[in-house]
Antibody, heavy 116, light 108 residues
Framework: EVQLVESGGGLVQPGGSLRLSCSAS????????MHWVRQAPGKGLEYVST????????HYADSVKGRFTISKDNSKNMLYFQMSSLRPEDTAVYYC?????????WGQGTLVTVSS | EIVMTQSPATLSVSPGERATLSCRAS??????LAWYQQRPGQAPRLLIY???TRATGIPARFSGSGSGTEFTLTISSLQSEDFAVYYC??????????FGQGTKLEIK
C-alpha cells in the first residue's frame, strides 16, 4: 500500500526557514516523480514544485523559485522541501504527492504558518 | 502558463440527482486532464485521469469526458459523501502543472 507521511511543519517567523520531509512507503521513490502542492487556508490547490524520478530534474512555481529547494534521498525513500525567506503568503498546508503523470497519491499534509 | 477555469464556483444539487461540473483550459491539453475530490479536512483524492479513466476504487457514478480545452465531470446520482470540492488539473507538460480554482458541490 502506497503511503506518504509529511512532517516538519510549524510556526515560523517571516524571513525564517523550515524543512519539510515526506516519508514514502509501498513504492520506490526512484520510480516516480514527486511533487509538493500547497493549499492556503480556505483556498484552492496550488502546484509548487516537482522532482524527477532520478532526482536530476526539478521545477518550481514562480511564487517559490529561488527560495525553496526540493530534493530526495532514494536510498531512504524520503522527499524533502527546504523553504527559506518565508513570507506570510507561504502559509498553507503542504502536501507531498506522487505521480505517474497524474497525481495519484497524496499525503495528509503538514501545516506551515508564517507569522510574527 | 495554462490557466484552468472551473464553473460554476458553487453547485447546489439534491441527493440522487445528477451533477455536471465544467473545466476549461486556456490552450489545448489533449486528454492530460485529471479530476480530484477534496472533502473537508482531508487531502485531495484522484477521481479521474486521462480525462475519462476512473482511478482505482472510484464508483461508476463518476464519469469524465472531453479533450482539448473543454472537460466535464459528471456524477450521475449524488450520494451524501459526494458533497465536496472538486478540482481539475492539467498535466500536459512535465513540471508545468496547473489546477482549476475548484467547484464546491453542496446539498440543495
Amino acid at each position: 500500500e502506497v503511503q506518504l507521511v509529511e512532517s516538519g511543519g510549524g510556526l515560523v517567523q517571516p524571513g525564517g526557514s523550515l524543512r519539510l520531509s515526506c516519508s514514502a512507503s509501498g513504492f520506490a521513490l526512484s520510480s516516480a516523480s514527486m511533487h509538493w502542492v500547497r493549499q492556503a487556508p480556505g483556498k484552492g490547490l496550488e502546484y509548487v514544485s516537482t522532482i524527477s524520478s532520478d532526482g536530476f530534474g526539478t521545477h518550481y512555481a514562480d511564487s517559490v523559485k529561488g527560495r525553496f529547494t526540493i530534493s530526495k534521498d532514494n536510498s531512504k525513500n524520503m522527499l524533502y522541501f527546504q523553504m527559506s525567506s518565508l513570507r506570510p503568503e507561504d502559509t498553507a498546508v503542504y502536501y507531498c504527492v506522487r505521480s505517474s503523470y497524474w497525481f495519484d497519491y497524496w499525503g495528509q499534509g503538514t501545516l506551515v504558518t508564517v507569522s510574527s | 502558463e495554462i490557466v484552468m477555469t472551473q464553473s460554476p464556483a458553487t453547485l447546489s444539487v439534491s441527493p440522487g440527482e445528477r451533477a455536471t461540473l465544467s473545466c476549461r483550459a486556456s490552450q489545448s491539453v489533449s486528454s492530460n486532464l485529471a479530476w480530484y475530490q477534496q472533502r473537508p479536512g482531508q487531502a485531495p483524492r484522484l477521481l479521474i485521469y486521462g480525462a475519462s479513466t476512473r482511478a482505482t476504487g472510484i464508483p461508476a457514478r463518476f464519469s469524465g469526458s472531453g479533450s482539448g480545452t473543454e472537460f466535464t465531470l459528471t456524477i450521475s446520482s449524488l450520494q451524501s459523501e459526494d458533497f465536496a470540492v472538486y478540482y481539475c488539473q492539467q498535466y500536459n507538460s512535465w513540471g508545468l502543472y496547473t489546477f482549476g480554482q475548484g467547484t464546491k458541490l453542496e446539498i440543495k
